[in-house]
T-cell receptor, first 116, second 114 residues
């Protein structure tokens, strides 16, 4: 069964702490994504990566950074957590786009972060 | 830029009633279209996708969606709602011939009453 695994389902951190959210996929996918999900706002793209060591900013990258040292792993980093980063974070992966055959995203179960 | 609109942040139906969740996209060239479902405390999973083959697409759990170019729509339907269908539903688009990055709608929460 294909899988995207996020390391922590629930985290509670304090303002100013450095936070790491880890994501691992076992499908040998080239593309990986980090989204933030907030009520009424849907999913907003933070960063994505289309290859090892490659990263691109999404719609809301401010306050976040990412790391992709291995193909299967994509990490989201909050250098100094703030209360407005309290949210659900979703990791996803997909195969490299090849016409109509792909495009489907596979999601992890999410990491709910609370910053106090 | 590509955008997708889901009309109604909440839709409430009785068990056994028709489910209709609306999705419209803005693009002169029809994109690839997707519906995802998110059950409570879980990630999203694909329900169905339109990739320019048949305009009526069947998905999992009895859902289907019809692509209508003239209306720039891709509405999701199910003839008879079940309690287990209660979830958040997201429409997403990927433009043809370029980015593989989907744009998501804001989601519609489906509430099913007994």
């Amino acid at each position: 069964d294909v899988k995207v695994t996020q390391s922590s389902r629930y985290l509670v951190k304090r303002t100013g702490e450095k936070v790491f959210l880890e994501c691992v996929q076992d499908m040998d996918h080239e593309n990986m994504f980090w989204y933030r999900q907030d009520p009424g706002l849907g999913l907003r793209l933070i960063y994505f990566s289309y290859d090892v060591k490659m990263k691109e900013k999404g719609d809301i990258p401010e306050g976040y950074s990412v790391s992709r040292e291995k193909k299967e792993r994509f990490s989201l980093i909050l250098e100094s957590a703030s209360t407005n980063q309290t949210s659900m974070y979703l990791c996803a992966s997909s195969s490299r786009w090849e016409g109509a055959a792909t495009g489907e995203l596979f999601f992890g179960e999410g990491s709910r972060l609370t910053v106090l | 830029a590509q955008s997708v609109t889901q009309l109604g942040s909440h839709v409430s139906v009785s068990e056994g009633a028709l489910v209709l969740l609306r999705c419209n996209y803005s693009s002169s060239v029809p994109p690839y279209l997707f519906w995802y479902v998110q059950y409570p405390n879980q990630g999203l999973q694909l329900l169905l996708k339109y990739t320019s083959a048949a305009t009526l697409v069947k998905g999992i759990n009895g859902f289907e969606a019809e692509f209508k170019k003239s209306e720039t729509s891709f509405h999701l339907t199910k003839p008879s709602a079940h309690m287990s269908d209660a979830a958040e539903y997201f429409c997403a688009v990927i433009p043809k011939g370029g980015s593989y990055i989907p744009t998501f709608g804001r989601g519609t929460s489906l509430i099913v009453h007994p």
